[in-house]
């Protein structure tokens, strides 16, 4: 694999994590 296709991947999956966080925030703001 090449450097920058996993540091993508790692890009991804961190800014996956941080959208599931500001979800959980805003859902329990909601509620």
């Known amino acids: 694999m090449h450097k920058e296709m996993i540091q993508g991947i790692i890009f991804e999956s961190r800014t996956d994590v941080i959208l599931r966080k500001n ?5 329990l703001l909601v509620s």
């Open 23 to 27: 979800i959980k925030k805003t859902l």
